[in-house]
């Protein structure tokens, strides 16, 4: 597989090479191309020694084939920009193509992966977040740039990540087992929020980390992804129908409306036991000395599939804090699951808004106690599991 490797001009422009190689390593072909900044901090001879091909720098580099950028668009499996400056996001995100790497861009139809790498405050700073936003909504890759020390002196996020990273973000996009082509897969995530009066709400602290890394696994897999969410901070995730709601009545819709039609449900949603029993109008005013509130439970959406489900596979969450696998196991039964992710949110390990996570899988014969793992991992370790499970594909 073919890799066009655009480097752009800033200090980390060297570690393209190193980039370059590990990519080769991993049995890539790559086509470097470059920016006239970047060649003021690498030069063009060093990738072309390296990569075996001509470094295409300037749009009108060789007059008799004019039309390099669709030839070199056409060559690549992906788009890798490493390092990626505020510039070229710009220019990315706004279709400007002024020079070779711009052009390309617009004349790509492949995949596209970006690894910005600049200052704090422009990494920071609206335009960029902007620009990145866009690009991510559009289905650009975006490998994050870690934080540490800069080479302007500052510390804070903003340096490239670390090659070995990028060339595993490669090789996720580029190598993708297709092992859920042709399935329509739902993922829940994040909380959701039960309105008191105006201003006040009862929910949780579920980020919706674990829930967007196991729709995003799938969709990389090749399934239809519906994600349906409680309001997070995070991006909504690029290539699936994102279904935003806000309480557990909107997402129990939202989910019975679609269940029908999908073949694996995965309730990563930490879905609020109970709301308000009234939503009160006006603001509650600070009256008396003790206020009671009358909550009332919400609809449990995942019992109400394991009643009504006919083929689909139910995955579900148990957070629990003490006796997980006694409780999990209970919860596994009564809502009629075909597998229960358990995690103890009170330990060290604690997952809320963490990048980390520590689970067990289970089922009533079995039991996989996994290490503390990132939730992407956790997300691929989950799809293999559901897939090893039952055999999508003679379904
Ligand atoms: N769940 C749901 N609807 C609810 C509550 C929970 O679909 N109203 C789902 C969650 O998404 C999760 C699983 O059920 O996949 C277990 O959630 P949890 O809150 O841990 O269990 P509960 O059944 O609510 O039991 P308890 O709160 O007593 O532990």
């Known amino acids: 597989m073919n890799v066009v490797l655009g480097v752009t001009g800033c200090i980390g422009a060297y570690k393209a090479a ?49 039309i390099e950028h669709i030839s070199v668009a056409r060559a690549g499996d992906l788009l890798l920009v490493a390092p990626a400056t505020a510039n070229i996001l710009a220019k990315f995100a706004h279709g400007i193509a002024d020079d070779f790497l711009s052009t390309l861009y617009v004349s790509t139809t492949s995949p596209t992966m970006v ?22 909504e559009r289905g650009v890759h975006i490998v994050e740039p870690e934080s540490g020390y800069l080479a302007c002196g500052e510390v ?8 070995d990273l990028i060339v595993r973000e490669v090789e996720r996009v580029l190598r993708a087992p297709q092992t859920l082509k042709g399935r329509n897969v739902l993922v829940t995530a994040g909380p959701t929020i039960e309105d008191l009066d105006p201003v006040r709400f ?39 129908e994102f279904v935003p709601v806000r309480s557990a009545r909107e997402m129990a819709a939202a989910v019975f409306d679609r269940f029908p039609a999908v073949d694996v449900v995965v309730m990563a949603a930490a879905v609020s036991d109970y709301q308000p029993a009234e939503f009160v109008d006006q603001k509650i005013k600070k009256e008396c000395q003790t206020l009671q509130l009358s909550l009332v439970p919400t609809p449990d959406i995942l019992r109400t599939l394991g009643e009504r489900k006919q083929s689909q596979i139910l995955v579900g969450f148990a957070a629990e804090t003490t006796s997980l696998r006694e409780y999990a196991l209970r919860k596994f039964d009564e809502k009629r699951l ?53 055999n999508l594909n003679s379904r």
């Open 115 to 136: 690894a910005p790498a600049m200052n704090v405050e422009m990494w920071r700073h609206p335009a960029t977040q902007n620009n990145v936003g866009i690009l991510r």
């Open 202 to 240: 009862v929910s949780n602290r579920s980020s919706g980390k674990m829930g967007y890394a196991i729709a995003e696994e799938a969709e990389r897999r090749g399934a239809s992804v519906v994600l349906v969410s409680g309001p997070t901070h995070l991006p909504p995730p690029a290539r699936l």
């Open 18 to 66: 190193i980039i370059l190689r590990l990519l080769q390593k991993s049995g890539f072909q790559v086509y470097p191309v470059m920016t006239a900044h970047a060649q003021e901090f690498i030069s063009a001879l060093t990738l072309e020694k390296l990569s075996g091909h001509v470094v295409v720098t300037d749009l009108f580099q060789d007059h008799n084939t004019s």
């Open 156 to 163: 804070g996020e903003g340096r490239l990540a670390e090659p």
């Open 338 to 390: 075909d597998l229960i992710v358990a995690n103890n949110v009170a330990g060290p390990d604690a997952p809320f808004g963490s990048d980390s996570n520590r689970v067990v899988f289970l089922t009533r014969d079995n039991e996989e106690q996994l290490p503390l793992l990132s939730k992407k991992e956790v997300a691929g370790r989950l799809w293999d599991r559901i897939q090893s499970l039952v």
